[in-house]
């Protein structure tokens, strides 16, 4: 079945640090590709999404790009600032299967001053 | 403002007594879902109306029930038969037509039973 798969956090950076969090997927279909960012105590909102392969969301500093070739939508920011610190979501949801979007495990992120 | 509104954001009972998790929506979403979140775990689906009157089981459905009367409303009930309540209920809406099927979510219902 359709899976998500992001890397284990926590990943611990230091201010304006480089970050990348890695995401690979298994689904049929053409799926649609999210990240999604919880902060404590909060419900998710939706950070950037990408709908077709070569695709590129973009939002807040943050980037992904669908790469179809390799099943993958890795988030990436230059340069993260204190207030990054959260959990990141990757999800996908395909147009066959009924109206789920399967989410990843989550990648908690600490950024330090 | 348009949004999701769940309430309340902390819930506390005794184990054996059935509890309702309030979700409203005033985006003119289809779709609602209900999800539950444990520590350091992604999300959950326990069920998904995509349209009043109708409901589908999401992955995780046992000990929980839902309504979908109002577009607006997709109140979630943990009975006493669900084994292990205690978690961060999420509720989400979406509009599922066209290619946007992105999820907005509420802030949460922490569910502490003991």
């Known amino acids: 079945g359709d899976s998500v798969t992001q890397m284990e956090g926590p990943v611990t950076l230091s201010e304006e640090a480089f970050l990348t969090i890695n995401c690979t997927y298994t689904?049929?279909?053409?799926?649609?590709l999210f990240w999604y960012v919880q902060y404590p105590g909060e419900g998710l909102q939706l950070l950037l999404k990408a709908t077709k392969a070569d695709d590129k969301g973009s939002n807040k500093g943050f980037e992904a790009t669908y790469r179809k070739e390799t099943t993958s939508f890795h988030l990436e920011k230059g340069s993260v600032q204190v207030s990054d610190s959260a959990v990141y979501f990757c999800a996908l949801r395909t147009n066959t299967g009924g109206f789920k979007t399967i989410f990843g495990a989550g990648t908690r992120l600490f950024v330090k001053a | 403002d348009g949004g999701i509104t769940q309430s309340p954001k902390y819930l506390f009972r005794k184990e054996g007594q059935n509890v309702t998790l309030s979700c409203e929506q005033n985006l003119n979403h289809d779709a609602m879902y209900w999800y539950r979140q444990d520590p350091g775990q992604g999300l959950r689906l326990i069920y998904y109306?995509?349209?009043?009157?109708?409901?589908q089981k999401g992955d995780i459905a046992e000990g929980y029930s839902v309504s979908r009367e109002k577009k607006e409303s997709f109140p979630l009930t943990v009975t006493s038969a669900q084994k292990n309540p205690t978690a961060f209920y999420l509720c989400?809406?979406?509009?599922?037509?066209?290619?946007?099927?992105?999820?907005?979510f509420g802030p949460g219902t922490r569910l502490t039973v003991t």
């Open positions: 109306s995509q349209i009043v009157n109708d409901f």
């Open positions: 989400a809406s979406s509009i599922d037509r066209g290619s946007t099927h992105e999820q907005y």
């Open positions: 689904a049929t279909g053409y799926p649609s």
